[in-house]
């Protein structure tokens, strides 16, 4: 039995996809201590790991650091070298007490990159979204060409972080965010979506996503015999009541059922609802997918992925620049259509359009369910203590 340490940071879109992978792990009679925060600790015990509570958050009103400027970027950089400065002793102190066999860390959160340093074990990367190499660069493509890379605001939390690395000699690389290069990074999408694939080599595994035990036991039953259309903007930047009442204009009485997620918005917002259109804090979103003809998505990975793989096709109205890369690369691939302005006659324009490429997404769907990612990431995982052992 191994002893697999995971270190993330509590965003749900990041620590999610890892979860059927703990499970796989647990399931092969390995133990996982998962390090996460508050938000996100709760799930990882429901897949099996022991949770290792940290005292990390996400940044305050990060509904409003969308944009990726210049000063929305050294925003969350200041707080992460904030978020490691309270964290990373806790980490430390909690596995060199309870050593691990390998440390497998979320591919933004530098402080699991660090532990593994500290340790002298094995370092996985795990990565959610878009992977980057020495030859492409996610940021590229999410920035636009005129970001100040000289804000004097940015430049300052740049230089904060690299004196916090600085005071860790055990580092083997001190560029914290920037520039390093895992060597073995496990990637939960399918190369196919991968942007620059054919830059990547041997070092990046590209598992695909796949579903946890809990997702596929939560049920959810339409209320009608119309086509189901699911509505979410995701779990951070949804707080966004003018897009839904557009929603509920675009759709009321068109036949379809629409069943909408708002988040922590107070549906009483959205005034009256016809009764084609229901409206909730949170759905069990793998149980509707199951049963929905069109996804209207925010273009977040994990979303577009778990849609994807119940051969559901998209119509994305991307939030910020990563989910406008996402959404972009399921157009391209003729799995989405994306929508920039959301008006009731763009949508309804558009979830017309999607419908006409459910073909193309039920076979990604097929492909993916062959070969889940998890199974084929916990090989690469216990491949390392072969290796080590064999060394």
């Known amino acids: 039995m191994a002893h697999f340490a995971f270190v993330s940071a509590p965003a749900a879109g990041h620590v999610n996809p890892t979860l059927p992978l703990v499970e796989e792990l647990v399931r092969r009679g390995h133990r996982v201590s998962y390090a996460t925060g508050p938000a996100t600790a709760d799930g990882t015990a429901r897949a099996g790991a022991t949770p290792v509570v ?43 007490a309870d050593r691990p066999d390998v440390v497998c860390y979320d591919s933004v959160t530098f402080t699991g990159r660090m532990l593994a340093n500290l340790l002298g074990v094995p370092e996985v990367a795990l990565v959610p979204t878009f992977a980057e190499n020495e030859r492409f660069s996610a940021t590229s493509v999410y920035l636009p060409p005129t970001f100040d890379h000289g804000h004097p605001r940015l430049v300052a939390a740049i230089g904060r972080m690299a004196e916090f690395a600085a005071g860790h000699t055990f580092l083997e690389n001190p560029n914290l965010m920037f520039g390093h290069v895992a060597p073995t990074s496990v990637v939960f999408l399918p190369r196919s979506f991968q942007l620059a694939a054919d830059t990547f080599d041997s070092r990046f595994h590209f598992v695909g996503p796949s579903l946890g035990s809990w997702q596929d036991a939560e049920e959810w039953t339409p209320a009608s015999d119309d086509p189901v259309l699911l509505i979410s903007l995701g779990t951070v930047f949804n707080a966004r009541p003018e897009f839904y009442r557009t929603c509920v204009e675009a759709f009321a009485d068109t036949g379809w059922e629409v069943v909408m997620s708002v988040g ?54 991307p939030q910020i620049p990563e989910q406008r890369a996402v959404a972009a690369r399921t157009a391209e691939l003729g799995l989405g259509v994306v929508v920039d302005r959301p008006t009731p006659e763009a949508l309804r324009a558009a979830v017309a359009s999607a419908t006409v490429l459910r073909p193309a997404a039920e076979a990604v769907g097929e492909t993916l369910r062959s070969r889940p990612g998890a199974p084929v990431a916990a090989d690469v995982l216990t491949g390392l203590l072969t290796r080590e052992t064999t060394c």
């Open 54 to 96: 940290l005292p990390s958050e996400l940044p305050p009103d990060m509904d409003s650091l969308g944009g990726f400027t210049p000063e929305d970027l050294a925003i969350t950089l200041e707080h992460f070298v904030g978020d490691a400065e309270a964290s990373f002793p806790v980490l430390a102190e909690h596995f060199e």
């Open 264 to 317: 922590s918005l107070d549906p009483g917002t959205l005034g009256p609802l016809p009764a084609t259109v229901s409206v909730h804090t949170r759905v069990p979103q793998v149980a509707v997918l199951r049963h929905a003809s069109v996804f209207l998505s925010h273009a977040g990975m994990n979303s577009v992925l778990e849609s994807l793989w119940h051969g559901v096709p998209l119509v994305t109205v």
